[in-house]
Structure formats: C-alpha cells, structure tokens
C-alpha cells in the first residue's frame, strides 16, 4: 500500500494568509535562509575572488575546494535528516542540531582568516583549508536538513506556498546586501574580513531561528532510527516509492537547468551584446527580482488552486519557455520580455522546491527526505558547471544557434532539463490518480 501522510496540523483550518502567528512563523523559518545566502554568496560569487587575494591563485586547487565542500554539505545533509527524525530531546526535535551544527559551521569560518596567515607555505594552508571548508560544511547539512524540516513540521499545507515565498524573499535580501558589502571589501583589499561577516551573520541568523522557533516534539514514537543513514536508498524507495524516486529526478532536472542560467545570464548578455556589467545585472537579475516582488501574490494564489504538482508543471513550461527565449534572442531589447517569463518561471519553480517536497515527505522523516530532496538537487551543479564549460570553450561571443557552442546552447540545454521535468511531474501525477481510483490511502493533497 503506497500511503503519503503529513502531521495532523494538516487536518486543520490554516490560519489566515496575513495573521499574527503565521507571519511570526515564516519569519522564524526564513531567518536562517538569510544567513544562508551569506555563504552561498561568499563561496559562489566572490570565491575566487578572496581567496586570490589571499594568495590562493591557483583555478584548480579553488575549484576542489568547492567541489570538496558541495559533497562535503551532500553528506551532513543526509546524517542531519537521519538524526533529526529519529531524535527526542527536551528542546524539541529540530532545534538542537540546527544550533550545534550552525554555530560549528559559523566558528569554522572565523578561522579562515588566521589559516591563510600561516606562514608562506601554502601546501600547509591549503590543507588547513580544506579541512575546515569540509568540517564547516558538513555542520552546515547538519543544520540544514533539520531546518528544511520545519516547513512541514510548522505549516499545513495550504501554508507551505507562503513559507516557501517567504524563505525566497529573504534569501534574495541575505544575497543582494552579502554582493553590496562583499564587493565593497574586495575593491578594499579586505577581503578576509568577508569570513568573518559570514560567520557572524550566519551565526546569528542561526541562534534566531532556534530561539523564535516551537521546540515540540511529535506525539509519535521516532520512525526511523540513526543508522539508516547507511542505507538511504532503500529507505527512500521503501517510504517513498515511485513518487519520491520521481521527484527527486525532477530536483536534478530543475538544478541543472536553473543553475545553467544563474550562472550564464548576465556573463552571457556582457558576451553577446557587448555591454557593461552593471547594465546586464540590472537588466536581468535586478529586474527579473522586480517582476517577482510583482507576481507573489499571483502566484501563491495559483498554486493553491490548481494545487503543487499541476502547479510545478507549469512552472517547468515557464522556465524552459524562458529559457528558449534566452537562447534565440538576437537583440539586448528582448531581454526586458524575456525575464518577465524568467520572473513567474523563477519564482514558482523555487517555492515548489520547499513546498512540494514537504507535503509529500513520509510522516516521521520529513527531515531526511527533505534533505535528500536538497542533496540531489545539489550534487548536480558540478557536473552542470562542466558541461557549460565545454559548450562555451571558445565560443562565448556566439549569438545565435546557428553554429553550436556559446550561450545559446548553453540555455537551449537548460530548456530541455525543464522540458524532460514535466514528464516525470506528469508521471507523478497519474501515479496519484492510480492510487485514489484503487481505494489506495492518500492523506495529503499535492
């Protein structure tokens, strides 16, 4: 029998869209986010930046860094899920290891600055570096999954577009102030002092969320048990079945194609028409944020309507609509139409990746498969990053499709990652019809 079930807080009314306690709750899940966006912020768009000025000039060893830290955040995900659905305290179920891990993590990062003072051999530092960008995040995933978590412990499900808007808008506020004042401190030449923003930032939004959080505990006895770490598969196909193994392609296929464009658009506009920095950040990035602040209420009253898995196919026509239009677009004009799509795509696609998974994480281990959800959503940006590579060698001035390489195929390919989403959304749609027609339990709406 194939049975989804949520917490009973789903069984009852949702609180108004705009009231007191509701408001209070989305600021407490989306405090840690804002944080969050300080070192995603720090390590992906000023990375090579600080450690350049700290001596580190070398594209591979940077590049393993990063690389080391993405599997390094993949694994404590996976172990903080585990254990935070198996774990009882008298501080509640999440709290303690969103604090243990986050403040680790925010300690971690305050060293970076003194390792990179070691003396000048930097085969030493390197190490110590690694280590600590390893450590860090690792506690990182052991914060995060817990944290991921509470959209479905906190919220109904008619709440959960709204938690997931709200943990997008101050992701946006972390990232756009971390771009302002990091790029002040590298024009500077102080960019050491980056570390330790991040650390105390993250830090704080860390102790916030744990002190403004419920510290409940389900009033069921733990389903899973810490060990299961080592056999996630089979507790993924055996909780979640075909629409979790579903779902889960569909979070590869929505970060390959999200991240090809977040890291191309504005570098692809500078390539092909020539213009400044400034004028491409505003004229996509900035602007397509506009759009979105304009769309939010839209679109959480869509999504509700039409309901989360109807609701994320279209968002994936959306996005691969928007992405097409960035690959055959042939005039910097078309680009203030263009993200206008890119807006509604970009915002229903990064609610959807909080809010679907969550209503349809296996009672008693919302932790672990959310986090699962994230990690597989995660692990494929490397490997996107290098097909981008190899598509754009050499070729980055190319402006149309007519010969292959450049941006445009770049974007074409990000179009067809959100395209081949649909089927397997569609998959999981006829699944859970399948299941209402032969009598199968379904307890949660998606």
């Known amino acids: 029998m194939l049975e989804f079930k949520t917490k009973d807080i789903d069984k009852k009314k949702p609180n108004s869209l705009f009231s007191r306690k509701l408001l209070r709750l989305y600021l407490t899940t989306s405090v840690f986010s804002f944080g969050y966006n ?58 303690p290891l969103i604090l243990i891990g986050g403040l680790v993590c925010s300690l971690l990062f305050l060293l970076i600055p003194l390792v990179t003072q070691l003396g000048n051999n930097w085969n030493i530092k390197y190490a110590f570096l690694l280590l600590i960008f390893i450590l860090a995040h690792i506690f990182i995933g052991i914060a995060f999954a817990p944290w991921l978590a509470l959209v479905s412990d906190l919220f109904k499900k008619e709440e959960r577009i709204g938690a997931g808007v709200s943990i997008n808008i101050l992701s946006a506020a972390g990232a756009a102030i971390a771009v302002i004042i990091f790029s002040r401190l590298i024009e500077s030449g102080l960019s050491w002092v980056i570390w330790i923003i991040t650390g105390l930032i993250f830090g704080s939004s860390v102790l ?30 055996k909780y979640g079945g075909k629409p979790w ?18 890291t191309g658009i504005v570098d692809s506009l500078i390539e092909r028409f020539s213009i400044s920095d400034t004028k491409a950040s505003l004229t996509s990035n900035i602007l397509m944020g506009v759009y979105i602040v304009l769309l939010l209420v839209p679109v959480i009253i869509l999504i509700n309507r039409i309901g989360k898995i109807r609701a994320s196919i279209l968002a994936s026509i ?27 795509g970009n915002i229903m696609l990064s609610t959807l990746q909080i809010a679907l998974p969550a209503d349809i994480a296996p009672r008693g281990r919302e932790a672990s498969f959310m986090g699962i959800f ?3 959503g995660s692990i494929v940006k490397p490997f996107a990053t290098l097909i981008q590579g190899v598509v754009l060698e050499g070729n980055e001035n190319n402006i149309s499709l007519s010969q292959f390489g450049g941006y445009p195929w770049v974007f074409l390919i990000a179009g067809i990652c959100s395209f081949c989403s649909i089927f397997l959304l569609l998959l999981i749609l006829n699944i859970r019809k399948s299941d209402i027609k032969g009598n199968i339990t379904v307890t949660t709406s998606i």
């Open 208 to 237: 916030i969320t744990v002190l403004l959080m419920p510290k409940n505990n389900p009033d069921y006895e733990p389903i899973g048990k810490t060990k299961d770490v080592l056999k996630i598969p089979a507790v993924i196909w």
């Open 374 to 376: 994230f990690v597989f």
């Open 38 to 95: 300080f070192v995603t912020t720090a390590e992906y768009v000023n990375f090579r930046q600080i450690m350049g000025q700290a001596g580190l000039a070398s594209s591979t060893k940077i590049s393993v860094l990063l690389m080391c830290s993405l599997f390094a955040l993949c694994l404590g995900t996976i172990i903080g899920g585990t254990i935070s659905d198996s774990l009882r305290t008298r501080f509640g179920q999440r709290a």
């Open 245 to 262: 193994s579903l779902l889960l392609l569909t979070s590869t296929f929505w970060a390959f194609s999200s991240h090809l464009v977040e």
């Open 318 to 344: 959306f996005y691969g609509i928007f992405c097409m239009l960035l690959s055959t677009m042939t005039q910097f004009q078309s680009i203030y139409y263009i993200v206008l799509i890119g807006g509604l």
